[in-house]
């Protein structure tokens, strides 16, 4: 996910994320997953702000390590 510079801080991120939260619980997702890289330490401290955890699952991309982040949803 990404925000224009402009608009950060705005809270749009985190209306995007409920979003996309509702729609998976409505489909009965109970379990959410993304991906990202150390040199995105913002986002890191989003996800974990908005309850997301490290899986414990790296893998490669491109040559850096991909963190899977995790959420179970109500």
């Given at each position: 996910m990404a925000v224009c510079?402009?608009?950060r801080g705005k809270g749009i991120a985190a209306q995007l994320l409920s979003?996309?939260?509702a729609e998976l619980g409505s489909r009965e997702c109970r379990?959410?997953?993304l991906d990202t890289t150390e040199p995105l330490q913002r986002a890191m401290r989003f996800y974990?702000?908005?309850g997301y955890r490290r899986s414990g699952k790296v893998s490669d991309f491109f040559g850096m390590p991909l963190i899977e982040y995790q959420k179970f949803l109500s």
């Open positions: 510079p402009s608009m979003r996309a939260e379990r959410v997953t974990e702000k908005n």
